[in-house]
């Protein structure tokens, strides 16, 4: 059975701050989601990774896939405030059509 | 361009009534859909996956069912809903490839 951890659950972070956010899963699979949820809101995508080694950015967010360790790790760079909401990681099952997301990292900036 | 709709936005029924969510997609064809339901606070629980008309795949024993009459309709159903059903309901649907989920905006049920 597919498995996603996510660490930490929570994070609070000061302005200006780097963190990371890891993504361990349980099983083979090389495509591996981070989405976005601001409170009581729905999921948006962020990031696709699909090879190992892949690198994708966007803005202060940089996630990266470790398919031999089976590791994805989300990096902020200098927090600021509207970062602040709760990310999941997901991962695709064998055969492409389920998908299992770790329990989220709810993140607070903090000035 | 695709979209998804899902509704209603809130919910609150007794416990015991019947229960019926529906979600349709537009501006695709085939698509993979999921019903997940959400606790507050908490991660996302897949209840449900469709890969095609009239096919079902259940994670979760439980008083829920779901159906797909209609390529890009996935409705999410229970005859007596328990007090355990609360929560956030999102569906979402997946296109062919590695293509992410994208999310409807949900549904916020509350049993009382």
């Known amino acids: 059975e597919l498995k996603v951890e996510q660490n930490p659950l929570f994070l609070s972070m000061q302005e200006g701050k780097n963190y990371t956010i890891y993504c361990n899963y349980s099983?083979?699979?090389?495509?591996l989601y981070w989405y976005r949820q601001d409170p009581g809101k729905s999921l948006e995508s962020l990031f696709v990774?699909?090879?190992?080694?892949a690198v994708k950015q966007e803005g202060r967010l940089m996630a990266s896939l470790d398919t031999k360790a089976r590791l994805s790790t989300l990096h902020i760079t200098a927090a600021v405030h509207d970062l602040s909401a709760t990310y999941f990681c997901?991962?695709?099952?064998?055969?492409?059509?389920?998908?299992?997301f770790g329990a989220g990292t709810r993140l607070t900036v903090k000035p | 361009s695709q979209t998804i709709h899902q509704w209603p936005a809130t919910l609150v029924q007794p416990v015991g009534s019947p229960l019926s969510l529906e979600c349709t997609v537009e501006?695709?064809?085939?698509?993979?859909l999921y019903w997940y339901r959400q606790a507050a606070g908490r991660g996302l629980q897949l209840l449900f996956y469709?890969?095609?008309?009239?096919?079902i795949s259940s994670e979760v024993p439980q008083n829920l069912s779901a159906s797909r009459p209609q390529d890009r309709q996935f409705i999410l159903s229970s005859k007596k809903l328990l007090l355990s059903d609360s929560g956030f309901y999102l569906c979402?649907?997946?296109?062919?490839?590695?293509?992410?989920?994208?999310f409807g905006d949900g549904t916020r049920l509350s049993i009382l």
């Open positions: 979402a649907w997946r296109g062919a490839g590695d293509q992410p989920q994208h």
């Open positions: 099983t083979t699979s090389d495509r």
């Open positions: 990774l699909l090879s190992n080694g």
């Open positions: 997901a991962v695709a099952s064998y055969n492409n059509n389920d998908m299992r």
């Open positions: 501006g695709t064809s085939n698509p993979n």
């Open positions: 469709s890969v095609g008309i009239g096919q």
